[in-house]
């Protein structure tokens, strides 16, 4: 596919790169990309043996040393540059996350949009890694305080986004003088080889060394070797929470330092003094994009009684408006999940709910044959569920388009619903009452990283730290200062004066 050749995609593909130059002599054993459109091969990658990430790693600790003295304008002049290379190729490479991971194309080109997004962002950033000044209690004194950056940096991504999750740090990292290990998903290889091809691209024009961006493939060996490596400070982990806790375990044990982004149960409440036809969209966005297959996706839906009946009936006239298909075409709402395990993990869960009690009222078959223009993959129809929240698999994240309503009557019984759940990411309400969107939005309220009002869950900007509290990890990634997790802080004081003061008043002279 000329999509494919352009972004430098070959039937056989190497996984480990530092930047300039890719590792070829190793491992024999392949990592094989299929489309989750109809299951067919695209092509094969190499896995990263031992030999080639220790090789990988020295060579990052090399370059780390040359661009840690480069001036962050200059490090913000190489980011601005990968951006324009990513406009260059956004429909190319918006087609290849489609094609690999199975989200609609419009999603693709967006999330491609969001790499060059942050890429902006951090251009600014370069010239805004601001310290402090303090006032000393002694005279003739100054303190303040600067930020140095960290030195290798591993980021380690999921499948459901490719690229965008990788350039939330990888941009944010490089203005701050860091080099970066990517680790990205055995199911989406190719999306990372190919942003790797962009940025080398970068990089041999501006003559500069090896090691800045590399790249290594493997499944979770592949992440403990990162995770166990003292020579990296710093590991930025995107996954489950299961992984989560073992990313986390392993890290602090070495005193290393983590950002975390794990799952979310995400939950939007509508109040009787919403506007209803806004939240009914902003939750078939939220609940159906990328098939569930988001952190951010609404799962759970906590309706005032008053509203409930009338706003579950436009929820399912809505759902049966929804294109389910090839997510190349146009007119696709909703492509396939990523695999038969997702699939079957969705079948199970709606099996666990109405075992429990809960009433299935729309959706939730598999689609073949007929039902679709193509064949293969793992098509489903996003389901609706009329649930208690109580219910164990309600507590759970299933990563699949299954939405759970439940039931409220006041807003303190919806709030402490909204809050019972073991992750926080991601959260909104939809009321046009001021004393409620404020109460949502207090210390009593939504105990998410990320709370809306009258906007949903799903689609953060750039512009402000992502990321969740409680088993969602504590993380902060993209915008706002979340810079300042991929940099140490150093205070420093200069005594300018003729004296020795010391703090606290203390007298301690020396004959």
């Known amino acids: 596919m000329e999509f494919l050749r352009k972004l430098g995609i070959e039937g056989t593909n190497h996984g480990t790169s530092t930047g300039q130059e890719s590792l070829g002599d190793g491992s024999q054993q392949m990592i094989e990309s299929a489309t989750p459109i109809d299951g067919s091969h695209i092509a094969e990658v190499s896995v990263t043996t031992r030999e080639q990430y220790d090789q990988v790693v020295t060579t990052a600790q090399d370059a780390f040393n040359e661009w840690r003295e480069t001036p962050a ?16 190729h956004k429909e190319d490479l918006g087609k290849l996350v489609t094609y690999e991971m199975g989200k609609i194309l419009q999603e693709g080109l967006g999330e491609v949009q969001e790499m060059i997004d942050i890429c902006d962002f951090a251009v600014g950033q370069s010239r805004q890694l601001y310290g ?37 740090n990888a941009m944010i990292a490089a203005v701050c003088g860091d080099v970066m290990i990517w680790k990205p998903s055995e199911k989406v290889p190719l999306c990372a080889v190919a942003v790797q091809n962009i940025v080398s691209e970068v990089l041999r024009e501006n003559d500069l060394p090896e090691g800045i961006f590399n790249l290594v493939t493997g499944d979770k060996e592949v992440g403990e070797w990162m995770t166990n490596d003292e020579r990296l400070p710093l590991i930025s982990a ?29 939950a939007i409440i509508v109040s009787e003094n ?64 990523v695999d038969g395990k997702a699939a079957e993990s969705m079948q199970q869960a709606l099996t666990e709910v109405q075992d429990s009690g809960g009433e299935l009222v729309y959706g939730g078959e598999l689609l073949e044959g007929n039902n679709l223009e193509v064949e293969g993959g793992h098509y489903v129809q996003p389901a609706i569920v009329v649930a208690k929240h109580d219910y164990p698999i309600v507590q759970e994240e299933t990563f699949a388009p299954i939405l759970y309503l439940i039931k409220y009557s006041d807003l303190d019984e919806a709030i402490a619903m909204h809050n019972s759940v073991r992750q926080g990411l991601s959260s909104a309400m939809f009321t046009l009452n001021l004393r409620e969107a404020e109460t949502f939005l207090s210390t009593r309220g939504s105990d998410c990283g990320i709370a809306n009002i009258n906007v949903g869950t799903s689609g953060a900007e750039i512009g402000g730290a992502f990321g969740g ?33 010391l703090a606290q008043g203390i007298e301690f002279d020396v004959d």
């Open 73 to 88: 304008p200059k490090r913000g002049e190489i980011v601005r540059q990968i951006g324009l290379k990513l406009r260059e």
């Open 132 to 168: 402090k000044t303090m006032q000393s209690e002694r005279p003739q004194h100054r303190m303040y305080e600067q930020w140095h950056p960290l030195g290798p940096t591993g980021i380690i991504t999921a499948f459901n986004f490719p690229v965008a999750v990788w350039s939330w």
């Open 238 to 266: 995107t996954g489950s929470i299961r992984m989560g806790k073992q990313v986390a375990q392993t890290v602090g044990a070495r005193l290393g330092k983590t950002i975390l982004e794990l799952g979310g149960n995400n």
């Open 274 to 337: 919403a506007d209803l036809e806004m939240a009914a969209r902003a939750t078939v966005f939220g609940s159906v994009g990328t098939c569930g297959q988001r952190c951010t996706t609404t799962r759970r839906l906590i309706v005032q009684d008053t509203i409930f009946e009338d706003f579950k009936n436009r929820l399912v006239q809505l759902y049966k408006g929804v294109k389910i298909g090839n997510p190349l075409n146009d007119d696709t709402l909703v492509g396939p999940l």
């Open 469 to 501: 509290e409680k088993e969602t990890g504590g993380g902060r990634e993209s915008g706002s200062d979340a810079w300042k997790a991929y940099m140490r802080r150093q205070t420093n004081t200069i005594n300018w004066g003729k004296e020795m003061p």
